[in-house]
Structures are given as structure tokens and as C-alpha cells.
């Protein structure tokens, strides 16, 4: 068994906490920021332009992780005392609101900037998506929270600020199967740097999401009123995302192969192509 006890604060000095799930959200985004800004220099996109999309990622993913966990999970609590979702410093985020609010954030910035569309920007910003979803996972080990199912496993945790019962380290379950979805995402763009339109936003959803039906087993009840449940809220709020993924992918397939597109400023690693 594997004793787990890390303090969730990185480093606390005063009335200054740094957090470790705050740490690897930021580290998810930075990482993020600088493949969309490779994927710019390819494409010979101005990224100039395209770099305030960080700021409205950023805050959809806040906003709209911390709405769905209050819509989806707790309604009525949060109905009677609504100041209580500004509190976002408690805890409570839900990834899938965080991908609602995502989707609308690059809706609002396709609408200001035109020149880039709707879909290119999502296909793009899928590529870093799935390695953003595995920091945050890893930043949910650090607080020692979304625990596991007992189970007596080798690889079982124990986390000891919660109790003393080895579980499935279902969180680490998920970080990889999203660090494998981000390879397949940078190998099948590196292949083709102007992919079928969908084709990676698809992709990164049905994946994503069949793979949260799926890990759910491995995961104790978030709520209560979950228990009785043949599926649990996370499984019922996935299927949704997982159709759509499907239908997009489908969708892309069947669409006429595009041409690669050019790259002005060298490949993907940044190294200029060698001309025959």
C-alpha cells in the first residue's frame, strides 16, 4: 500500500497559501499556452491575436467548473445561500461545466475575432486539453480528495488525511488515460497539421468522457444522493459529451480529406523543413 500524507499547500508563508492544485492547473495552462503558440507558428496563424484566448479559457474553465458543480451537485444548497458560490476557494468544481464553460469561452472569442473560426480554435485547443485535465487530476492526489472505492490492490493509496482505508488511486487512473489521449492528439497533429474539421475536438471528447463512465466505478459517491443510483451523476452528465464526441468524429471522417496546410515558420518542433 502506498501511505499518502502530502500537505495540500506547496508553500505557506503568513496569510500567503500556495496550493498544489492551483500549482498544476497553472502548470496545465502554461504548458497549453505554449503548444497553442507552436500550433500558431505552424499554421502561421497571428498569435498575437490569438493569445488573449488564455485569459477566456482561464476563466470559463473556472466559471464554468464551479457552476456545475453547484447546479449538477448541489442546487438546492446552493439556490438557498447563493453567495456561496463565489466561494470557489472551498472546493466544489466540476469538469463537466468546466467544459461547458470552455466551449463558451471560445464561442465569445471566435465572435470577437472572426478571422479565427469557431472550430479551428476548438480542434487546436483540444491538442493541450487532455494534458491540462491530467495536471488537475494530479493536483486532486495533492488535496486528497475524489477518492477511490476501498480496494486491496498493491498500487492501493491510503490517504491518511482522510482515513485509514487503502483505495484505488482512481484520480491517477484518469491523469494517464488523459496523458494518453494528449500523445494520440500531438501524434495525429503532427501528422497532418491541417486535420479534418471536429476531428480532434471529437476525438478529445468521446475520449475523455467514456473514460470518466468508465473510472467512475472505481470512485466513492461525490453526493449523497448518488448512492442509489444505477449511474452516478458523473457517469449521466458524460454520456451527453460522449455522443457528441462520437458524432463529430463520424462526422469528420466522412468529410473530404483536406490538403496539409502550409507551414511558414517550420515544423512543429520548430525545426525548418528541408526543401527536395
Known amino acids: 500500500m502506498i501511505h499518502w500524507n502530502v500537505d495540500p499547500n506547496l508553500v505557506e508563508f503568513g496569510f500567503l497559501r500556495i496550493r ?16 497553442i503558440r507552436r500550433v500558431c507558428l505552424r499554421e502561421g496563424k497571428n498569435f498575437e491575436r490569438l ?26 444548497f446552493y439556490f438557498s445561500h447563493p453567495l456561496e458560490i463565489l466561494k470557489i476557494w472551498e472546493g466544489g468544481l466540476a469538469s463537466h461545466g468546466g467544459t461547458i464553460g470552455v466551449v463558451f469561452a471560445i464561442w465569445l472569442y471566435s465572435r470577437r475575432y472572426p478571422e479565427f473560426g469557431l472550430i479551428w480554435i476548438l480542434d487546436r485547443v483540444s491538442i493541450p486539453v ?8 494530479i493536483g486532486n492526489v495533492m488535496n486528497s480528495e475524489i477518492l477511490g472505492r476501498p480496494s486491496d490492490v498493491p498500487w492501493a493509496f491510503i490517504f491518511e488525511r482522510v482515513d485509514k482505508v487503502p ?33 480532434l475536438l471529437g476525438l478529445t471528447l468521446a475520449w475523455i468522457f467514456a473514460w470518466r463512465i468508465a473510472i467512475e466505478v472505481f470512485k466513492e459517491n461525490q453526493e449523497p444522493f448518488e448512492a442509489g443510483m444505477f449511474l452516478n451523476m458523473g457517469q ?14 463520424v462526422r469528420a471522417l466522412r468529410a473530404p480529406v483536406a490538403g496539409p496546410a502550409p507551414a511558414t515558420s517550420g515544423n512543429f518542433s520548430g525545426k525548418k523543413r528541408k526543401r527536395n
Open 51 to 76: 493569445e488573449n484566448l488564455l485569459i477566456y479559457l482561464v476563466a470559463g474553465t473556472a466559471i464554468g467548473a464551479r457552476l456545475g458543480h453547484c447546479l449538477f451537485y448541489e442546487p438546492e
Open 236 to 249: 449521466l452528465l458524460s454520456l451527453p459529451f460522449v455522443a457528441v464526441g462520437l458524432f463529430l468524429v
Open 167 to 199: 483505495r484505488h488511486p482512481a484520480q491517477l487512473y484518469e491523469s494517464l488515460a488523459y496523458l494518453v489521449l494528449f500523445i494520440i492528439n500531438m501524434v495525429l497533429y503532427r501528422r497532418n497539421p491541417n486535420p479534418r474539421p471536429g476531428l
Open 130 to 137: 487532455p494534458l491540462v485535465a491530467a495536471f488537475i487530476r
Open 20 to 35: 498544489w492544485y492551483g500549482m498544476m492547473f497553472l502548470t496545465g495552462f502554461t504548458i497549453g499556452y505554449f503548444i
